[in-house]
């Protein structure tokens, strides 16, 4: 029976506001990339898919390679479990990348049915409500109390870059905004362009500032963007100055009441600027813009942009040599986290890039396996600093699931850009586009898949951008919807069993306990070694010996595996066995735990009787195991 219009019309905005409902929860509750939110935000994702897919929809060349790649490549992330060297690890990147997915389709199945205006209009809400709880948060300490510590801005997303990456995709929106004489637009703009400067991301600037030029240059109304970047862009970097002089602001380790007392001195500067940008806006707006004057201030603005390129360039090739040489020899530390970084090109990443390089040539194939890197960078890193990604999307894929899997990737991106293309001739589309492309760039330098607050809401922007018009009179497809829901559940329930196991393994206080938490996840070496250290405390010390090296077996390239059974080995006096695996736990990370001056490794080779190293007797002191 087919749907009346009224009906269409009302599924059609409960869709919508669903839709919304869920960008709202990844934006704000998806807790950096814990496991926890992503199982009811992923469930949330993948059960509203199914839902929405009841109602018939057209899927163009863009779509189809846009969702068969996304969902291609949740499906070859499974696959790595196979030969991965963390095949607990790979479990979740595949769950992750699956929800990411189900964002991608709910936004082709919205974005049939919804305009590109109202798209684009609820994402600057949802982008301003972010950039003002930013800002709030920075200005109360009560809601963000990690400040005290580190400044960079980064609540809610709880990673700086992240938070950088979603200003820079709200920039071509806020330009939108202004383009149609809005005066929210330049507020927004003013409000992204503060919170941008407080993450301290440098790419994060350049992109915001590309994505700027982008707009301009393929918008009709580019004298708007220019007086909204003038507004919104001065008085954001103005403000940002005023914060600079607030160690309670932009200093790292300050006491609480330092961080109140110019947290309210912030938040009226910020109050302050707003206004200025709204009264500044407001009194633009009221201006007409001749023909001739709009012409004149598009020449002058190209000849401006075109000195400002010219001279980029020449600093450019002036300091290559020491850019060049600061990025590609980074320090054996973390680079600092102050406002300092602006001028400066230092980063690891280079040497991130070579390891997830090297892994790659010696699995061209399939990868190490989906989020291995963490593995990897143990083995070859050079440093303390530990990294669970090489910060470059592309190069991850490359890394951990061969050439498939970067081909995948590749396919995703191809058919997201192709979407932002196609709409590029609407004002809103083109917005939307550019904030699409914006994330796909900033891909190359972090590690944006595993965080489901970018990721999310933005491959539902790219979903909208490949769909195309619903048909007007269709059966409604019961069947079908009832087999995604069925495969909803399903997979709500591969996101919940880590979760689950990790809960119930930190509240056991027996084996059985432990066995249980190990029966949710059964790739999980933390179970294994847990109910392993239970059954050892008991007496069973044959079936220890037996989960030890099941630990070993599934993660054979672990250093930490190979740590416990030594740990084992050596609290038996079991000295040759002790060595050896302490030994290929120091081979896999030679800056772990058994890489402790007289630790278990120093003293287990002593005790079996190898007379080399420092001189670590069975008395000496270590940390426990």
Not at 163 to 173: F, K, N, R, Y
Not at 234 to 255: C, E, H, M, R, Y
Not at 598 to 612: E, H, K, P
């Amino acid at each position: 029976m087919l749907a009346s219009p009224a009906v269409r019309a009302a599924g059609e905005r409960v869709g919508e506001l669903a839709a919304a409902v869920l960008a709202f929860c990844a934006l704000f509750f998806a807790g950096g990339h814990a496991t926890a939110p992503l199982v009811w935000i992923g469930g949330l994702a993948l059960v509203l898919a199914a839902l929405l897919v009841v109602a018939p929809t057209r899927l163009d060349a863009p779509a189809v390679l846009f969702l068969g790649a996304l969902f291609g490549l949740a499906v070859w992330s499974g696959l790595t479990t196979l030969w991965s060297m963390s095949p607990d690890t790979s479990w979740q990147f595949t769950n992750r990348s699956l929800v990411y997915a189900a964002f991608g389709l709910v936004g082709v199945l919205v974005g049939s049915r919804v305009s590109r205006g109202r798209l684009a209009g609820t994402a600057a809400f949802l982008l301003a409500l972010l950039a003002g709880w930013a800002l709030l948060a920075k200005c109360v300490p009560a809601l963000y109390s990690d400040y005290g510590r580190i400044a960079r801005l980064r609540a809610p997303v709880e990673y700086w870059n992240e938070l950088a990456l979603l200003c820079d995709a709200g920039v071509p929106l806020a330009l939108w905004l202004a383009a149609r004489r809005r005066i929210e637009g330049v507020v927004l703009l003013y409000l992204l362009v503060l919170t941008l400067l407080l993450t301290y991301s440098r790419f994060g600037v350049a992109l915001a500032c590309a994505a700027a030029a982008v707009w301009i240059v393929f918008s009709r109304e580019r004298v708007e963007g220019l007086a909204a970047i003038a507004l919104g862009g001065g008085i954001g970097a103005a403000v940002f100055g005023v914060a600079l002089a607030l160690p309670g602001i932009t200093s790292d380790g300050q006491s609480r009441v330092t961080r109140a007392h110019d947290g309210w001195i912030f938040a009226l500067v910020v109050l302050a600027g707003a206004a200025v940008a709204a009264t500044a806006a407001r009194l633009l707006r009221d201006r007409e813009i001749t023909r001739e004057r709009r012409v004149r201030v598009e020449r002058v603005a190209g000849v401006a942009a075109l000195l400002l390129a010219v001279a980029g360039l020449a600093v450019s090739i002036a300091y290559a040599g020491r850019i060049w040489s600061e990025f590609t020899n980074p320090a054996n530390t973390q680079v600092v986290n102050t406002q300092t970084r602006f001028g400066s090109a230092k980063s690891n990443r280079w040497t991130w890039w070579e390891e997830a390089w090297h892994a790659f040539t010696r699995h061209p194939g399939g990868g190490t396996g989906a989020g291995t890197f963490e593995l990897t960078n143990q083995m070859l890193r050079h440093s303390p600093v530990v990294v669970d990604e090489p910060h470059n999307t592309p190069l991850q894929f490359l890394s951990e699931t061969g050439i498939v899997g970067l081909l995948l990737y590749l396919g995703v991106a191809a058919g997201a850009l192709w979407g932002a293309w196609r709409a590029r001739r609407d004002p809103a589309g083109l917005a939307l586009g550019i904030a699409v492309a914006v994330f796909f760039v900033h891909g190359i330098v972090d590690k944006d898949w595993n965080y489901v607050a970018t990721c999310g809401p933005l491959f539902l922007v790219a979903g909208a951008l490949v769909a195309s018009p619903a048909p007007e009179r269709a059966r409604p497809r019961l069947l079908l919807a009832a087999g995604a829901l069925a495969f909803a559940l399903a997979a709500t329930y591969s996101l919940a069993a880590p979760w689950l196991s990790d809960r119930a393994l930190a509240s056991a206080t027996t084996a059985a306990e432990v066995e249980h938490a190990h029966s949710y996840d059964p790739l999980s070496v933390d179970t294994l070694i847990e109910w392993a250290t239970f059954e050892d405390a008991t007496g069973n010390i044959d079936r220890a010996n037996e989960l030890y090296l099941q630990a070993v077996d599934l993660e054979p390239q672990n250093a930490r595996t190979w740590y416990a059974l030594g740990a084992f080995y050596y609290g038996h006096k079991l000295w040759r066995l002790a060595y050896d695996a302490l030994n290929n736990s120091y081979t896999y990370d030679r800056f772990g735990l058994a890489a402790q001056p007289c630790g278990l490794l120093d003293r287990a080779r002593w005790n079996a009787g190898f007379r080399f190293g420092p001189n670590c007797r069975a008395g000496a002191r270590s940390s426990s195991p």
